[in-house]
């Protein structure tokens, strides 16, 4: 198990280190005058320009730029947005509000997605079936934006049971239907792999021997069937906390979210390098944790896995 | 005991009073494997496809979308650049059943001729995705050893991005936000971003199957005889273990119709003068209220496009997978 | 080896006043239905065992005789399997008539099973024991610790060392055959008074093989269980079996006494499977086996099923279908099974020369 921790920490690193120099470099190589929006509609003076060259050390190659800033970084200096905003400042509110919603996601998407695979996986073929397979189609095929439009319209426009747009600290109840749009295409794949799951461990040997034990059916079910069903659903929905944090920009945008998505899309769109690099970075840092985390998790549940 | 197929011993003390019969080969068997010739895995699915009636709705929208994609003009008459601005916004009328967008162009027109650009887009990604997933995840999974473990590293890279961030990022650094931009680079982009942010989970599948199929003893016995890495790869290999590549391709081109969708919606994919059902979401979005039907219409079109090849996925995957007869 | 066993000592007291056999399977019918046509996998397919009996169902695969003993268990897959016809009595009480929650209070108290393949079979993320455990804290409301308790000393039974230990350890901490003696340490925890093996010793290697079977016997005649012991192996019967019952096709075609059987096998098939065992003093000559292939059970043979591999197949074995013929305390399903029975030659004079082990006199 120690062993097993260990392997997997150090694969990050190099994975880690890749994906955030790829950010680096791809951020510091978009097109257009990376200072140009920061002095209003004027050119900006030469010595500002020099001022920020030696602050993200622009003159030095791009290797040794990248790790003086993940130096920084490690410090927690992660720099000022353009606006003259301390970048954790930013981090630090919008942050705690994309957690919130990935976590309702990720509950909505847990409860709904394994309760409707369960009982599918269960009795295949029949009505129940049927229709969940139908309406789980349908959600994967509709794009989140989608999916958010139209609950939002319902909901918020039509019915007038939510406001269409969340406060600028929501509550958890704020972002239920949020929730929902964000989950809405990964609960039909929790579903679909619930069941397939199921169904496949539902002729398991070890379910044959549990039923020839004289157990209940619900015992049979709730404790040897279920444990082993859910081991990679329950690792795959911690995977998905992780996705969520970078994954929720449209539908933040949709519900007007002051999460950290919209902060990452105005700063992409208005070029500001020395913003999106230190926010991707936490991002995709929380992301490979939560993989790391969910590894861990499933050797735990999976007692084959230790001996590996 | 000459003749191993008779009970020998049993002849010698029964000859009298039985003569024995030529014995029974399986020439003369009753019909009783006459109906189970051996069916393939492909085979096998096919039969189970033709009875899905999920299978036939998935194949009927296929092929209307490509229809759509390839001769638009089979589908409407409309130009969707013609434009009427005293009808901006305009609910349906004859002759305009989806009624106008903003510009008080016809809306049907523009779905219809959106279909084009997102087929185009989700069909090259999916056999871009498919082709150079299956092909890092067949040398990953072959090999094993470093090769393996530095794929896989590079994979993680790519994989440590979230999907849509990384995208936006990629499309922002390629493609001037501010400029319109030639069509032609824009598309190429779009579909390079698909396919760099997606191609690690194809190779992770293929390489796990390829990886199972390695252990199989078809494939020790071609390399006992001495067959080539490549030859075993293609030959042997790639036949067995690509089902499930192939499963996640088919959904794959319903899932980037959609991502194309979404990256135009966010204005870092495609941009006017394209027509794609994600710019005229995006457009529509601020008119919900007051006139749903330029949302609706390309949602209801793009949607159904994207479930006509995730249908036909999940079809085929119910088909081969045999956990799941 | 107690032949004296078939006479039923009355050890056991539940259902006491019945004086029938302890399991009885009487004319079962059993089909598959699947989408290539109905498959007849049992066909009328009757046997007993009684207390401290051991009954040797034998056959090749899909010959039916696992299928049989999940329809006892109960654990059939329905579908695609179904009862169609025949009854099951344990005790004198038809089984297939019980409420389900009748049923599964028998299932390890009354009759328990031990599977061929102890890994995939014993639950991996469980440690055994919870698994052994688990019988005595759902089934008869011991505590936690009570139940541990238990398992420790059923690890014990089966000659598991360091139990306490042991008793914490998931199924793939163990080797094959250690694992096949959690399996059946489980099958033992409720005292059953049928126990069901099915190929218990298949997925094991030769040397543990007769370790597992010795085990077996041995718990067998201490508790004066009723076995029912299913294989294809004939080696495993010989030793350890006081009746066999050979199947094919879904249905008995023949059955004797063990040694009887083995002396003077009087129905082609059997002969045939004695026939392939390999022999030391027939060596350098071809192994003889049976022609073919166990016939499709969507399309079974017409007349007797195994006319098409018989090597002394008649026009009547290809028309008539034989009765289950008796010859005074044995039975065979051929045609000749007279003459079979009437012939001089013994079959272990040439066939088992002096593999004494097969004979168990």
């Given at each position: 198990m120690g062993r097993y921790a260990l392997r997997r920490l150090l694969q990050l690193i190099p994975v880690l280190f890749g994906t955030t120099f790829l950010i680096y470099w791809l951020v510091w190589s978009l097109?257009?005058?990376?200072?140009?929006?920061?002095?209003?509609p004027r050119l900006c003076e030469q010595s500002y320009i020099d001022e920020m060259r030696d602050r993200y050390n622009l003159d030095d190659p791009l290797i040794v730029q990248y790790f003086k800033y993940m130096w920084d970084m490690v410090r927690f200096d992660f720099g000022t947005t353009?606006?003259?905003?301390?970048v954790s400042e930013v981090l630090s509110t919008a942050l705690p509000i994309t957690m919130k919603l990935a976590l309702v996601a990720v509950l909505i998407e847990g409860v709904i997605g394994i309760t409707a695979g369960v009982l599918t996986g269960l009795k295949r073929g029949g009505f129940l079936d049927n229709m969940v397979l139908v309406s789980t189609l349908f959600l994967i095929s509709l794009p989140v934006f989608v999916v958010g439009f139209l609950l939002q319209y319902l909901?918020?426009?039509?019915?007038?049971?939510?406001?269409?747009s969340v406060s600028e600290d929501p509550s958890f109840s704020e972002l239920i239907i949020p929730g929902l749009v964000l989950a809405s295409g990964q609960m039909a794949y929790i579903s679909r792999l619930t069941r397939s799951s199921i169904a496949e461990n539902n002729r398991a040997d070890y379910v044959r021997t549990a039923v020839a034990k004289g157990l209940t059916r619900g015992r049979v079910v709730s404790v040897h069937l279920l444990r082993n069903s859910l081991i990679p659903i329950i690792t795959f929905l911690g995977a998905e906390i992780g996705t969520f944090m970078g994954g929720a920009i449209v539908t933040e945008g949709i519900f007007n979210i002051q999460g950290v998505g919209g902060v990452v899309f105005d700063a992409v769109r208005g070029q500001e390098a020395g913003t999106v690099v230190p926010i991707v970075t936490v991002i995709v840092l929380i992301y490979l944790l939560a993989n790391l985390i969910v590894d861990l998790l499933y050797a735990v549940l999976d007692p084959r896995i230790r001996y590996e | 005991m000459s003749d191993p197929g008779a009970f020998t011993n049993e002849r010698e003390t029964e000859e009298q009073q039985h003569a024995p019969e030529p014995f029974l080969g399986e020439e003369e068997a009753?019909?009783?494997?006459?109906?189970?010739?051996?069916?393939?895995l492909w085979s096998d699915a096919w039969y189970d496809l033709r009875r899905k009636p999920l299978f036939w709705v998935s194949i009927t929208l296929i092929v209307i979308f490509m229809l759509m994609a390839l001769f638009p003009s089979l589908f409407t008459?409309?130009?969707?650049?013609a434009f009427d601005?005293?009808?901006?916004t305009d609910g349906p009328e004859s002759g305009h059943i989806f009624g106008y967008d903003l510009?008080?162009?016809d809306v049907y027109a523009r779905s219809v001729y959106g279909a084009q650009v997102s087929i185009l887009v989700g069909l090259v990604a999916a056999l871009g995705v498919g082709l150079v997933g299956g092909a890092a995840g067949i040398i990953a999974g072959y090999y094993g050893g470093w090769i393996d473990a530095v794929l896989s590293r590079i994979g993680d890279v790519f994989f440590g991005l979230p999907f849509v961030l990384g995208a936006i990022v990629l499309l922002s650094t390629f493609i001037d936000p501010t400029k319109s931009g030639d069509p032609t680079k824009i598309k190429v982009v779009v579909i390079l971003a698909i396919v760099v942010l997606s191609w690690p989970q194809f190779a992770r599948v293929m390489r796990s199957s390829v990886i199972a199929t390695k252990q199989s003893d078809y494939v020790q016995a071609a390399r006992a005889l001495g067959a080539g890495h490549t030859r075993i790869m293609v030959r042997h290999i790639l036949p067995n273990a690509i089902s499930p590549l192939i499963v996640m391709t088919t959904i794959a081109l319903g899932v980037f119709v959609g991502v194309e969708a979404t990256l135009s919606f966010l204005g870092v994919g495609l941009r006017p003068p394209i027509i794609s059902w994600g710019i005229a979401i995006s457009d529509a979005q601020t008119y919900l209220d007051i006139a749903p039907h330029m949302l609706l219409v390309p949602a209801a079109f793009l949607s159904a496009a994207v479930l006509g090849f995730v249908m036909l996925g999940e079809a085929v995957r119910e088909a081969i997978d045999p956990k799941l007869k | 080896m107690s032949h004296a066993a078939t006479q039923a000592?009355?050890?056991?007291?539940?259902?006491?006043?019945?004086?029938?056999?302890l399991l009885e399977v009487d004319d079962l019918h059993v089909e598959f239905r699947t989408r290539d046509g109905v498959a007849k996998?049992?066909?009328g397919v009757s046997y007993h065992v009684d207390h401290g009996e051991t009954l040797a169902v034998l056959g090749e695969s899909g010959s039916g005789k696992s299928v049989t003993a999940q329809t006892i268990m109960g654990i059939l897959d329905t579908p695609p399997g179904f009862v169609t016809g025949g009854e099951i009595r344990f005790k004198g009480v038809d089984m297939l008539k019980q409420s389900k929650e009748a049923r599964r209070k028998i299932r390890a108290a009354g009759i328990a099973m031990v599977f061929q393949d102890a890994l995939s079979a014993l639950?991996?993320?469980?440690t055994v024991g919870f698994q052994i455990g688990e019988l005595f804290r759902?089934?008869?409301?011991?505590s936690r610790k009570e139940a541990r308790q238990r398992a420790i000393e059923l690890l014990d039974l089966v000659k598991i060392p360091n139990p306490k230990e042991r008793v914490?350890?998931?199924?793939?901490?163990?080797s094959g055959g250690m694992r096949q003696r959690v399996m059946i340490a489980m099958s033992l925890a409720l005292d059953p008074d049928v126990l069901i093996a099915d190929?218990?010793?298949?997925?094991?290697d030769v040397t543990v093989q007769a370790q597992i079977m010795d085990l077996l016997k041995e718990i067998q005649q201490e508790r004066d269980m009723g076995l029912i012991l299913i294989t294809h192996d004939l080696g495993v019967v010989a030793d350890v079996a006081d009746r066999i019952a050979v199947m094919y096709a879904g249905r008995i075609v023949e059955e004797a006494d063990c040694a009887t059987c083995y002396r003077k096998p009087c129905h082609p098939y059997t002969i045939g499977l004695l026939n392939s065992i390999p022999r030391m003093d027939l060596k350098g000559q071809e192994l003889a086996t049976i022609k073919?292939?166990?016939?499709s059970l969507l399309h079974i043979p017409t007349g007797c099923t195994f006319h098409p591999r018989c090597?002394?197949?008649?026009e009547i074995c290809r028309t008539t279908e034989p009765p289950l013929l008796d010859l005074g305390g044995r039975w065979s399903r051929c045609h000749f099974a007279e003459d079979l029975k009437n012939r001089d030659q013994e079959q272990s004079a040439i066939y088992l020369g002096d593999q004494k082990g097969l004979i168990s006199e």
């Open positions: 097109p257009g005058n990376a200072f140009a929006g920061k002095c209003g353009y606006s003259g905003e301390q909901f918020g426009v039509k019915w007038g049971i939510i406001d269409p | 009753p019909p009783s494997g006459k109906q189970e010739k051996a069916r393939g008459s409309t130009d969707p650049y601005l005293s009808k901006r510009q008080g162009r | 000592a009355p050890k056991k007291s539940a259902g006491a006043d019945y004086d029938g056999h996998v049992i066909n639950n991996p993320v469980f759902k089934r008869l409301g011991m914490r350890q998931y199924p793939h901490e163990f190929e218990p010793t298949t997925a094991l073919g292939l166990p016939p090597p002394m197949a008649q």
